[in-house]
C-alpha cells in the first residue's frame, strides 16, 4: 500500500532502523535523500573529486573488514552450478576490492558533466537558448548479488551530482552494507551532505514494493538483476525505470573471419568470466568456416570445461558435442555452457539474432568491411561490437569510468551507463529584455 510522505508524516532515523514499520522506515529514507538532492546538485567539481578519492582511499584500508562481511555472504552457498553462478557474481577478493577503487578515482578523473550546454542557438529576436547538463534527482537502484555495483553506482551518481538510494539483494546484505558505510562516512568527512549516499538495510521484499511508489521522492529506478526482480518492478513501479535486462548475447563468425582472431574472441566472450551478463551465450558460424574452424574451437571450449550444446549441423561436425535443446537458443545460461548453430549464411545470422536477442550485446567476426558495416546497421542492441569480445560492452572498457548499468531501454539512454547517461537537461534562455508579441 502507497504511503504519501509529506514533511511532518516522515520520521527520522533516530532510532534503529529495525524497530520502525517498513512503510516508516522508507520514509525516512526517502525524506533523507530527498533533502540532499539539492545540496548535493550544486557541489564544486573539486569536491565531488575530493570526496571520491576519500571513498577510494576508505575502501582499500577497510579491505580486510570488506572480505568479512563477504564470508558472512558466501556461507549459505553450495556447489549446483546455478548457486556457484550466483557465488562468483557475489565474491569479494582483495583485487575485487582494489578494481573498485581503481574505479572511483577513473570517475574523479572524468570531466564533470554537470553545466555543460553543448549548444547554443540565436532566436530572431536576439535570445539565445540553449539546453544544459543537470542532474536526475534521486535515483533509487533495485540490484542483486554484485557488492562491487554499491561502489560504481555511488560514485558515478555522486559524481553527476545525484543521490542515490541503494537497495541490493538480501544475498549480499553484509557486503555491500560495509561498502555503503565505508563509502557514505567517506564521502560526508569531504564535505558530501548526508543521505547523498542512501543505503536500505533491511532485507524485507516489502521494502522493494514500497521504494517503487514514492514517485514523489525517487525520479529514476534502474533495477539490475534477474526475471523475477524485472517482473516485479514492471509490476509495482509509479517511477519511470530504466532496464537492465538479461544479456543473450551472440557472437557470429562470418564466411571470412580470421579463425585465429575468431577463436581468441569467442574463446574471450565465453571463458573469461562466465557469469555476467555481456558473456556470449550463442555462437553462430556461416557453415563454410564451420567445416575447418569449428571442430578445433569446440576442443578449446571443451579444455575450457564449456559444455557445448550444438543444433544438428553443429553434431555432425562435432559428434562429441550435446544436442541443444529448443530454449537453449535465447537463455542466458550465465555459466559454462554455449549454445552453437551453424547458419547458411549472414541474413539467418541476422534473423536468429533479431529472434532470440535481448538486445543487449552482439558481435560479427569478419575481415569484410560492407558486411561489417551492414551488422552495425541492422543489430538491434545496447552495444554492436565487430571483431571483439563481447565483454568488452563495458563502462570501464568504454572510456566511462564505471557503469551503472548496461540499460536495454530505448529512451534516455543505452547501452552502459556513465556520467552523461546520468544527467538529464534543462532549457536556459539568455535574453536581453525579450518579451513575447
Same mark, same amino acid.
Given at each position: ?66 572480505? @568479512? ?7 549459505? &552457498?553450495?556447489?549446483? =552450478? #546455478? %548457486?556457484?553462478? +550466483?557465488?562468483?557474481? $557475489? ?98 568527512? @569531504? ?7 542512501? &543505503?536500505?538495510?533491511? =532485507? #524485507? %521484499?516489502?521494502? +522493494?514494493?514500497?521504494? $517503487? ?112 535443446? #529448443? ?6 545460461? $550465465? ?103
Amino acid at each position: 500500500m502507497e504511503q504519501d510522505l509529506t514533511e511532518t508524516q516522515a520520521p527520522e532515523l533516530d532510532a534503529p532502523s529495525d524497530v520502525l514499520s517498513p512503510e516508516d522506515y522508507v520514509a525516512a529514507l526517502v525524506k533523507t535523500a530527498k533533502g540532499a538532492a539539492g545540496r548535493l546538485a550544486t557541489l564544486s567539481t573539486a569536491v565531488k573529486n575530493q570526496a571520491l578519492l576519500a571513498m577510494a582511499d576508505g575502501l582499500e584500508a577497510q579491505e580486510a573488514e570488506l572480505l @568479512a562481511a563477504n564470508e558472512k555472504d558466501l556461507e549459505p &552457498f553450495d556447489s549446483t =552450478p #546455478e %548457486r556457484k553462478a +550466483v557465488a562468483d557474481r $557475489l565474491r569479494l577478493t582483495a583485487e575485487r576490492v582494489r578494481d573498485m577503487a581503481a574505479g572511483i578515482r577513473d570517475i574523479a578523473r572524468l570531466p564533470d558533466p554537470l553545466g555543460e550546454t553543448p549548444k547554443m542557438w540565436t532566436r530572431p529576436n536576439g535570445m539565445q537558448v540553449g539546453r544544459m547538463r543537470v542532474p536526475i534527482g534521486v535515483i533509487g537502484i533495485i540490484y542483486e548479488a554484485r557488492p562491487n555495483v554499491t561502489a560504481d553506482s555511488a560514485a558515478l551518481c555522486l559524481k553527476s551530482g545525484n543521490v542515490c538510494l541503494l537497495r541490493g539483494g538480501s544475498e549480499a546484505l553484509h557486503s555491500n552494507t560495509a561498502i555503503a558505510k565505508v563509502l557514505s562516512d567517506s564521502a560526508e568527512k @569531504a564535505g558530501v551532505p548526508s543521505g547523498a549516499i542512501t &543505503f536500505v538495510d533491511r =532485507p #524485507e %521484499r516489502e521494502i +522493494v514494493q514500497l521504494l $517503487l511508489k514514492q514517485d514523489r521522492w525517487i525520479d529514476l529506478i534502474i533495477p539490475r538483476g534477474g526475471e523475477s526482480l524485472m517482473k516485479t518492478i514492471a509490476e509495482h513501479a509509479t517511477i519511470p525505470v530504466l532496464k537492465h535486462d538479461q544479456g543473450v548475447c551472440h557472437t557470429y563468425v562470418d564466411v571470412d573471419a580470421d579463425p585465429l582472431v575468431a577463436e581468441q574472441i569467442c574463446l574471450n566472450a565465453k571463458v573469461q568470466r562466465p557469469s555476467t551478463c555481456n558473456a556470449m551465450e550463442t555462437l553462430l558460424v556461416h557453415q563454410t568456416i564451420a567445416r575447418t574452424w569449428l571442430p578445433h574451437l569446440v576442443g578449446r571450449l571443451t579444455a575450457a570445461k564449456v559444455e557445448v550444446r550444438g543444433c544438428p549441423k553443429t553434431i555432425q561436425l562435432c559428434p562429441e558435442v550435446k544436442p541443444a535443446a #529448443e530454449d537453449d537458443f535465447g537463455r542466458e545460461f $550465465l555459466d559454462l555452457i554455449l549454445a552453437v548453430k551453424v547458419v547458411k549464411n549472414m541474413d539467418e545470422a541476422l534473423e536468429h539474432i533479431a529472434t532470440f536477442g535481448s538486445q543487449h550485446t552482439e558481435a560479427i567476426v569478419t575481415k569484410d568491411y560492407a558486411r561489417a558495416m551492414r551488422f552495425l546497421r541492422e543489430v538491434d542492441a545496447g552495444a554492436v561490437l565487430v571483431n571483439a569480445s563481447t565483454r568488452l560492452n563495458d563502462g570501464y572498457q568504454f572510456g566511462l569510468g564505471a557503469e551503472i548499468g548496461i540499460s536495454t531501454s530505448r529512451l534516455h539512454a543505452r547501452g552502459p551507463m556513465g556520467l552523461e547517461e546520468l544527467t538529464c537537461s534543462k532549457f536556459v534562455v539568455l535574453g536581453s529584455g525579450q518579451i513575447r508579441e
